[in-house]
């Protein structure tokens, strides 16, 4: 068992849902890790695990990326990550390391929801606000280039 404050998590449970869901797609091959968020409202407590793939469940002390797309967004987020980001810096860094992932992995695609777990629990952020920040993205990105490319003569 791992301790969240006064809350046990069990890892047996954590274990046999993950080997149910291998199990079911055995034939697929299919490699999940799951993040889990917990709030106690009570504890003012957040805090986000991850379970992997065999039932190992692990605490996710500064930022974590799981997926195709995991080793680029690492490497991005190791760059961006900086201690207190404030939730809209979070917001608009997770997004940018999301695109950029799409953009290099063949494994990473779709539509990008993100949700919000903070003080006032959890909320899915609204999906026109993750196209005017992925939109952003692109500007600041362009922005960027133009800047470079004059530096460079």
């Given amino acids: 068992m791992f301790c969240c404050k006064k809350y046990f998590i069990n890892h047996e449970l954590c274990e046999n849902v993950i080997s149910a869901i291998n199990l079911r797609y055995k034939e697929q091959q299919l490699r999940l890790d799951i993040l889990v968020g917990f709030y106690i409202k ?3 407590v957040i805090e986000l695990y991850v379970i992997y793939n065999d039932g ?6 500064k930022y974590l ?3 195709s ?3 680029i967004a ?3 987020l190791s760059r961006l990550w900086f201690e207190n980001l404030t939730v809209n810096q979070a917001i608009k860094t997770v997004i940018y390391v999301l695109e950029e992932a799409k953009r290099f992995d063949v494994g990473t ?3 990008t929801d993100i949700f919000i777990l ?3 629990g959890i909320r899915k952020l609204d999906y026109s606000q993750v196209i005017t920040e992925i939109t952003n993205t692109f500007k600041v990105d362009l922005e960027l280039k ?3 490319l004059n530096e460079c003569g």
């Fill in 42 to 44: 009570s504890l003012q």
């Fill in 56 to 61: 190992v469940a692990d605490r996710v002390n």
């Fill in 65 to 67: 990326t799981i997926g």
């Fill in 69 to 71: 797309g995991g080793i």
């Fill in 74 to 76: 690492d490497y991005i």
């Fill in 109 to 111: 695609g779709g539509l």
């Fill in 118 to 120: 903070d003080s006032q």
């Fill in 146 to 148: 133009k800047s470079w």
